[in-house]
């Protein structure tokens, strides 16, 4: 612990040294949409796919590897941005996912990337015209570059059926209709349905091996525990499947037999301290290339020396920066590379692996890399919890600060149980940076990586151990002379907006102001509105948070619940919603802003109607943060930026609701605990 304090002394001792005037960049730098992002090269290397802008929104362009981007053509006029696109096997399409305004029925849309449009972009198919369908893409077919192996719930909300679709036509053909609780299908290297995985109604899973119309159980992870299957060995004999079962704590890579299911196992963090990670296989070979695990940072384990040699080439070229190699040519020779870290504006670079030639191909960002001197540095740190529990975290201080008693944002992440935050250039980050806050990034117990016992820490602990790992993390700014007491908000997104109400219900003292981002207010509304095909996970629900069907369950939701708790909240409140949101319903945030609305307390509410679970549309994220950073600064007093263009001026009004009109009525088919 005194370590780390020493070194960040040393970072507050090398921002004083350089000392400078900090320019307040612009908030468009961070939130606008870059100017070309997610490059791909096609299969055979010819030519580059990427985004750019097109009508306000990020579509998909392409042009020869050998052009200038100037020559690129536009494939794809969405209004709304793609939640991912990838090549067909053979080049001959570009497919990608949408939803509808954050719906996230995501339907599968294909275009030819070679067609010339006369006017405006070339025509997309939908490949599955299906109204409130959740489509999952299993397999991508080498075999047959115009095959997919998909997931649809059209026949049953809940549960996906498999079926082939057949790029070229649209044709849709069910393999297998899904009427016992199928959560997964697996394939094989030679692209055979080979196990399927079921979870039952108490979160129990279990992987059945398939052999012709037979299916055997083969192994069982119980709610607490988890297991997948990362890919198949070359003679498709065996399976690597990471598994963290039974007395296992870190996620652990084992190669397992399903006829005789016999497992060897094959590695685990050579350092003890995180999960397994990733298993990057050659798709030609077979063979395994790398392993990796993230711990503060990432780390690599190269099994291929060709590959490893390649990445200490790249890494000599850039050095103090972080590379990752990005798509490639279907033979590997081939590559995009990403360069990029805590304080860098990211770069594309063409690599040829053969040469090592190295071509400069954009920056998402190039404004921002002009003034990247002003961002800041990402330092990893540790604190106890309040039970003696060491909770990981990252604290970022603004360039330029003493970094002594000054303004501090709490940034939670969401989830909660999985996701954690990693190290490297984060937007929200360095923007309140910039406006002078220091921003801690807390991994609270039931953070991803970390191993089964912090993960499974956090159930049954909402608003109550999960919440002090942030209390925590204030009181160790406080006491370091880091933070100024008064002056932290805490602010976050899905479970980051529910420790945020529970922040300011639960620890009114603690801070100044709360930003509240699609966070659940009322657990008993959150349970009874969770998408359909969210049942496979409800057991695991039911274990983080409670069980509403009995007395004991209802107690625990009812007091994690920030709703029930508004006569201690004092602070003001911003509240950010998206009304299509299928995770957080917009009635989570009606019903705390009614609440303190009628309590007379202090709440603002921003609400986009063209938006789910968190906002994408660049201009809606420039106006919420537009106000966001007013906000921050008219309650711990940090710089903001006034100015806005003025669609995102036009935009925030549209979005900003006048509390007094807000109402809310129960769902009438269920039954939900309200704030009296």
Do not use: C
């Not at 320019?23 to 961070?30: C, K, T």
């Amino acid at each position: 612990m005194k370590k780390i304090f020493y070194v960040l002394l040393l970072m507050i001792g090398f921002h004083t040294a350089q000392a400078q005037e900090v320019p307040l960049l612009d908030r468009g730098l961070f939130f606008g949409n870059p100017e070309i992002s997610g490059g791909q090269l096609s299969p055979d290397g010819k030519w580059i796919s990427f985004l750019k802008d097109y009508g306000g929104i990020m579509n998909i362009w392409v042009k020869k590897i050998d052009e200038p981007f100037e020559k690129a053509r536009p494939l794809t006029d969405s209004k709304r941005p793609l939640s991912g696109y990838f090549w067909s096997e053979n080049g001959k399409y570009i497919l990608y996912v949408k939803d509808k305004n954050g719906d996230e029925n995501v339907n599968i849309f294909a275009v030819d990337p070679m067609a010339k449009a006369t006017n405006g972009v070339p025509e997309s198919r939908n490949l599955t015209p299906i109204n409130e369908v959740t489509a999952q893409i299993y397999m991508v077919s080498r075999k047959d570059p115009d095959l997919l192996m998909v997931g649809l719930n059209n026949r049953d909300k809940a549960w996906h059926d498999l079926y082939s679709l057949k790029i070229s036509t649209g044709e849709l053909k069910k393999i297998f209709e899904n009427t016992d609780r199928i959560t997964g299908y697996d394939f094989d290297w030679d692209e055979k349905l080979r196990v399927l995985s079921k979870t039952d109604d108490k979160g129990t899973t279990q992987f059945f091996y398939k052999e012709d119309d037979k299916l055997t159980p083969i192994y069982e992870t119980l709610v607490t525990e988890s297991a997948y299957i990362s890919n198949w060995n070359a003679d498709n004999s065996k399976f690597y499947l990471v598994t963290n079962k039974g007395n296992l704590d870190k996620s652990t890579l084992f190669l397992m037999d399903p006829k005789t299911k016999q497992m060897t196992k094959i590695e685990n963090d050579p350092k003890g301290k995180v999960d397994f990670g990733s298993l990057f296989i050659d798709r030609n070979t077979r063979k395994i290339i790398s392993t990796s695990y993230t711990g503060d940072k990432t780390q690599y384990y190269w099994k291929d020396k060709t590959w490893e040699d390649n990445y200490k080439f790249l890494q000599s070229k850039f050095p103090g920066r972080e590379v990752n190699f990005g798509s490639s040519t279907n033979d590997y020779s081939k590559f995009l590379v990403s360069v990029w870290g805590d304080k860098y504006a990211a770069e594309a670079y063409f690599f040829d692996a053969k040469t090592k030639k190295l071509v400069f191909q954009y920056t998402p960002r190039p404004e921002l890399k002009k003034v990247e001197q002003y961002l800041a540095p990402m330092t990893p740190i540790t604190y106890k919890s309040s039970d003696g529990l060491e909770i990981p975290a990252y604290l970022t201080l603004p360039v330029g600060s003493t970094g002594k008693n000054i303004p501090v944002v709490v940034l939670v992440h969401g989830g909660p149980k999985g996701p954690r935050d990693t190290w490297g250039y984060n937007s929200n980050v360095q923007f309140l940076a910039n406006r002078g806050y220091a921003v801690l990034q807390p991994n609270f117990r039931a953070s991803g990586g970390y191993g089964k016992s912090f993960l499974n820490a956090g159930d049954l602990q909402w608003g109550k151990l999960m919440q002090d790992d942030i209390t925590w993390g204030v009181k160790y700014l406080i006491d370091k002379g880091i933070a100024d007491k008064n002056k932290v908000v805490i602010m976050g997104g899905s479970y980051g907006g529910y420790a945020t109400l529970a922040g300011l219900a639960f620890t009114p003292d603690l801070y100044a102001a709360g930003v509240d981002i699609v966070g659940p207010s009322n657990l008993f509304t959150l349970l009874n509105s969770i998408p359909a095909y969210w049942e496979a996970a409800r057991a695991s629900l039911y274990g983080m948070v409670g069980d509403p069907k009995t007395e004991e369950g209802k107690k625990r939701m009812h007091d994690a619940s920030p709703l029930f708790s508004v006569d201690k909240i004092n602070k003001p409140l911003l509240i950010i919603q998206g009304a299509n949101d299928p995770r957080v319903k917009q009635a989570e945030a009606d019903q705390i802003v009614i609440a303190l609305r009628d309590k007379g307390k202090k709440v603002s509410y921003i609400l986009a109607d063209d938006e789910g679970h968190g906002f994408r549309k660049p201009v809606n994220s420039m106006a919420m943060y537009a106000e966001t950073e007013k906000f921050l600064s008219e309650v711990i007093g940090g710089r903001y930026q006034k100015d806005m263009p003025e669609n995102v001026a036009k935009r925030l009004k549209e979005m900003t609701v006048d509390i007094a009109k807000v109402t809310y009525t129960p769902a009438k088919e269920k039954i939900a605990e309200t704030a009296k």
